[in-house]
């Protein structure tokens, strides 16, 4: 069964760095083509991705939020740590993880529940 | 980088059948496959077609996609409508460096 579940802080004051964890279980991030990404979703808006890193260390950012993003992985810990820089109020949404699977194209097969992060002083 | 366009809202009756496109701003619709996913109202997105037409296990064949070059679009078609259809419907692609996009969604309404 796979599984995906994002951690971190709910409420980030502006300018401060988020890091959110994604630990997931039932796959491994060693298997070839296998990725996990990063979406977010502000309230009532739609979805936009942000990043993703593939089982061989390549790592993919939206272009808009490049310099502020950087993602991570820790495959004996089965997790996946995106951080993101200088947070604002627009920031505030809920991030999801989701999985790229090993094979077929570049989408996300398995997601998380997603995590509501809150930027405010 | 491109965009995916959507119209922001569908609405259809029960029983019927509809069809939500996603057109792209630049670069051919063929240049890389399109999925979509669904994403029911407090819940995660679910995927519901991905390359272009192709339904996971699990998807019931009421929902098939296709890509049209002419119109430079992508198309979800649901038919049979059921209530539980109602939700949001986004659209996805990825570009030539493999960076993704997402379309800005449709709300599908079964009235």
């Known amino acids: 069964q796979i599984t995906l579940k994002e951690s971190g802080p709910t409420l980030v004051k502006p300018t401060q760095t988020l890091t959110l964890t994604c630990t997931f279980s039932?796959?491994?991030?060693?298997?070839?083509?296998?990725?996990v990404g990063w979406i977010r979703q502000p309230p009532g808006k739609a979805l936009e991705w942000l990043a993703l890193?593939?089982?061989?260390?390549?790592?993919r950012y939206s272009p808009s939020l490049k310099s502020r993003l950087t993602i991570t992985k820790d495959t004996s810990k089965n997790q996946v740590v995106l951080t993101m820089t200088n947070m604002d109020p627009v920031d505030t949404a809920t991030y999801f993880c989701?999985?790229?699977?090993?094979?077929?194209?570049?989408?996300?097969?398995?997601w998380g529940q997603g995590t509501l992060v809150t930027v405010s002083s | 980088n491109f965009m995916l366009t959507q119209p922001h809202s569908v609405s259809e009756s029960p029983g019927k059948t509809v069809t939500i496109s996603c057109t792209r701003n630049?670069?051919?619709?063929?240049?890389?496959?399109v999925q979509w996913y669904q994403q029911r109202p407090g819940s995660s997105p679910t995927i519901v077609i991905y390359?272009?037409?192709?339904?996971p296990s699990g998807v019931p064949d009421r929902f098939s996609g296709s890509i049209d070059r002419s119109s430079n679009s992508a198309s979800l078609t649901i038919s049979g409508l059921r209530t539980e259809d109602e939700a949001d419907y986004y659209c996805?692609?990825?570009?030539?460096?493999?960076?993704?996009?997402f379309g800005g969604g449709t709300k599908l309404t079964v009235l």
């Open positions: 996805q692609s990825y570009d030539s460096t493999n960076r993704w996009v």
């Open positions: 989701a999985r790229r699977p090993p094979t077929g194209t570049l989408y996300f097969d398995y």
């Open positions: 390359e272009d037409n192709q339904r």
């Open positions: 039932g796959f491994s991030l060693t298997t070839s083509r296998v990725g």
């Open positions: 890193i593939y089982w061989d260390d390549d790592e």
């Open positions: 630049s670069g051919g619709i063929g240049n890389s496959y």
